[in-house]
Structures are given as structure tokens and as C-alpha cells.
């Protein structure tokens, strides 16, 4: 088989959650510790850090690849869903995996996949591992997919752990209580591994802590140490200060991500690099610095508050739940413009009515349908919105709405596209 067919015989053969959803998760690890074992447990001969939570932990992982980068250090990244190619799920110094090596890996291990049938992620995980640890990387981030506690890629043993927001995703398996979330999220702190929480929330401190007491790992609340100064928006970046109370000295850091969420993120982030620099790492003030302004171009992140174009602004992002919505709003708020449209598609598992709750009436709306069997179909998202004054036309292809909003836009208006990953996924442009 060649890549695409290979890539076409796994979505067949497997379980899917991005296009499937709750079905196709595996609520244990016997696959994914099967799949090592038969590989010569690849996780265990490499360096790792651990990075989950709700929102944050994607941007948080390149940011972490990208300073290590910066380091010196031969950086993988595995990090999920895609949006355009497989492939860019698993990088080293921000280069994506050969579709060769894809190819390779299935065509080695085909009988073992049939006979195991893995979900698509457990068999993806493995192909991580082995590629990870068949070219030497001096240390891998790791992006659970789902969770923390059941995920797939929770048998590794870290360096670090990192936990960023915690906020109400994946209900129907996590739970529908910010305590049940965080406790999933919880179980990827090991014993005697230090974690860092980006950002205090009272009804998950206490989740968190306790288990870090439990497992005798040191816990640093990121929130606690490092306080906002300043942030601004500039062409194309954020410029952001930190005051870092410990060590009574001010961190100036500008990012190529600019979505106002960073703030707290980055806080994890400054904690991490502290916490592996005691930990027998070389991570210079220099190498932070760089790798936090150079994130997208380091690691080919991308659908994080990106410019598509200028006049009318056209910016996407992949923020799909309501906290990372309301992160969106917040950002938005930085900006001028005169007339705000929204371009926005949803998959159907979401909290779409809080989400309507909290958008802007005064916005112009175009609603359209992420191509993925999860996708809200467009009409009803109309509909719906309708019952929160929001008013809007359907066009369905995401490509072809931001034709339309462009056309009819005026040159100092801002268009937002986003409200799924998978919708940011269909534009032609990223």
C-alpha cells in the first residue's frame, strides 16, 4: 500500500474518535500496553514530558518542543487530532514523521493489528513510540489525546508533568463535574515526577493535590509564582511580562500565538523549564525566549488565533468547547474593528447552547459543517441559534462561507472562523 492507502486502510480498520466519537474510546490501557510490548516497549527508552488538560494543552506542548529545540535538543512531538495530514502528529525538531515510515509500520505489524483491533489512536501511539525511540530523540512531549487517566499514551514515565485548564469537554466519558475532569486529568501524575498546574481553579486544586500527596510528586501551582504585568497585541504577536515572585525578577516574553489563553499557559510553561532545568536540563533564558517567539515556526503549529488575511482581518482558531470560546471572545476584545462576523461550525457532542449563550448578538453569522460524521448539520445549527437571537445564513463548506463573508465584509471588519477543530481543518488556506 502507499501512504494514503495505508492512512484510508486504518480508518476503515479502526475505531476513530474524531470521526466517531464516544465509541470509539478504550477505557483501559490493555491495548496500548499490548502494542508496546509487542514493539519492545519503545516508551521506555527515551526522555518524555507528560502535557494534559482541557485547553491549553496543544499549544502548550509546542511551546515545550520549541524552547527544547532552541536547546539543543532532538525534540519529538506527538500531539493529536491532525488538521490536514496524519503526519502531523508526530514531528522531531518540527519536521513531520516520512509518510514512509507510516507506511513501514503498518505494513510490519499488520497481522498484530488485526488481531489486537486497537482503536486508531492506541495504533497511532505505538507508531509514535517506536519512531521516537528509533531515532534517538533526547526527549519527546507527549500530548494525551483524551483524558489523562485511560488515555492511550498514559504509560509513559516522565520527566514532568504538565496540567493545563480544566473545563467542562468529553462529558460524556470524563464526567460533568469539574472534580470528576480534573481527576481524570489527575491520573497522568506519577510517582516522584513533579507536575505543574498551569493556572489555579478552586474545584480542581484540591483534585490535584491530593493526588501529588499520594504519589510523593513535588506540585507547583504555575499561578502561584508567576504574575501578569503586561500584555499587549502587536502585528502578528503578543507581547506578554511576567514578574517571576520568587526569584523577584521580570520575564518579557512575545509569542507567536496570540490568543489571550497563552497568558496562562505560558505560565505553565516558565514553570516547566524551571522545574526541568533542576532536573539535569540546559534550557538557557535565551533558548525560552526564542522558542516561545518562534513556536510556529519551530514546530508547523497551526489553527491557534491564526491570520488567514488582512482587511478584512480573518483569523481562525480551534477552540471548541465554551471555555475556549469565551478565551476567543476575551481576545477579541483586544482588537478594533466595525463589524465582528462570525463564521462557525460545531461536532454535535458539544455544549452548543452554552456556547450560543455566550456569543455576541451585534455579530454577523455565517454557519457551516465541519466534514466529519460527528458535524452538527449547518441547518439545525441555524435553527438553534435562532432561540439565542443569533442570526445567520448556512453555507456549508467553510471555504466557501469565508469567500462569501470576505466579499461582503468591509476592509476594517473582523472575521472569526472556528467553534471546531474540524472546521478549522477544512480551510484550504491553512
Known amino acids: ?108 505489524n499488520k497481522s498484530f493489528i488485526l488481531d489486537l483491533r486497537p482503536s486508531f489512536f492506541e495504533c497511532t501511539v505505538g507508531l509514535a513510540f517506536e519512531y521516537f525511540a528509533s531515532q534517538n530523540v533526547d526527549i519527546a512531549i507527549i500530548e494525551v489525546g483524551l483524558g489523562g487517566r485511560l488515555d492511550s499514551t498514559n504509560v509513559i514515565t516522565p520527566e514532568l508533568s504538565l496540567i493545563t485548564n480544566i473545563s467542562f469537554d468529553h462529558t460524556d466519558i470524563l464526567g460533568n463535574t469539574i472534580e470528576a475532569i480534573a481527576t481524570e486529568k489527575a491520573g497522568i501524575i506519577k510517582p516522584e515526577i513533579p507536575v505543574v498546574i498551569s493556572q489555579r481553579q478552586p474545584e480542581a486544586d484540591t483534585v490535584f493535590q491530593n493526588k501529588a500527596n499520594s504519589t510523593s510528586s513535588l506540585i507547583s501551582f504555575a499561578s502561584d509564582r508567576y504574575k501578569l504585568n503586561e500584555y499587549s497585541v502587536c502585528e502578528n504577536c503578543v507581547k506578554i511580562e511576567y514578574f517571576d515572585i520568587q526569584n523577584k525578577e521580570v520575564i518579557k516574553l512575545q509569542s507567536q500565538l496570540t490568543g489571550k489563553y497563552q497568558i496562562d499557559n505560558l505560565k505553565g510553561i516558565i514553570n516547566a523549564i524551571d522545574i526541568l532545568n533542576s532536573r539535569g536540563f540546559t534550557i538557557s533564558k535565551n533558548a525560552l525566549e526564542r522558542g516561545v517567539s518562534q513556536v510556529v515556526t519551530n514546530t508547523g503549529l497551526k489553527g491557534r488565533w491564526q491570520l488567514l488575511q488582512e482587511k478584512p482581518t480573518v483569523v481562525c482558531d480551534t477552540g471548541h468547547n465554551l471555555a475556549g470560546i469565551l478565551e476567543n471572545l476575551e481576545t477579541l476584545g483586544k482588537y478594533k474593528y466595525q463589524q465582528l462576523w462570525m463564521v462557525l461550525g460545531f461536532v454535535s457532542d458539544k455544549d452548543i447552547q452554552g456556547i450560543l449563550n455566550i456569543l455576541p448578538k451585534s455579530a454577523k453569522y455565517v454557519f457551516c459543517q465541519a466534514d466529519v460524521p460527528r458535524a452538527l448539520d449547518a441547518r439545525d445549527l441555524q435553527k438553534l441559534a435562532k432561540d439565542f437571537q443569533l442570526e445567520g445564513s448556512v453555507i456549508n463548506d467553510v471555504n466557501e462561507a469565508i469567500d462569501w463573508v470576505v466579499q461582503h465584509a468591509n476592509e476594517d471588519d473582523f472575521v472569526y472562523v472556528g467553534g471546531s477543530t474540524f472546521v478549522v481543518a477544512g480551510i484550504h488556506q491553512l
Do not use: W
Request: proline share 5%; with cysteine; glycine share 8%.
Open 1 to 108: 500500500m502507499n501512504y494514503q492507502e495505508t492512512i484510508d486502510y486504518l480508518y476503515q480498520l479502526l475505531p476513530v474518535f474524531h470521526r466517531e466519537g464516544k465509541k470509539a474510546y478504550k477505557a483501559d490501557l490493555k491495548n496500548t500496553l499490548a502494542i508496546c510490548e509487542y514493539l519492545g516497549n519503545p516508551q521506555q527508552k527515551f526522555k518524555s514530558i507528560h502535557v494534559g488538560g482541557t485547553n491549553g494543552k496543544g499549544s502548550s506542548s509546542h511551546f515545550l518542543a520549541s524552547i527544547l529545540q532552541e536547546a539543543g535538543y532532538k525534540t519529538g512531538l506527538y500531539t493529536s487530532p491532525h488538521l490536514k495530514s496524519f503526519t502531523e502528529r508526530i514531528r522531531i525538531n518540527g519536521q513531520p514523521i516520512p509518510e514512509q515510515e507510516v507506511v513501514d509500520y503498518v505494513e510490519r
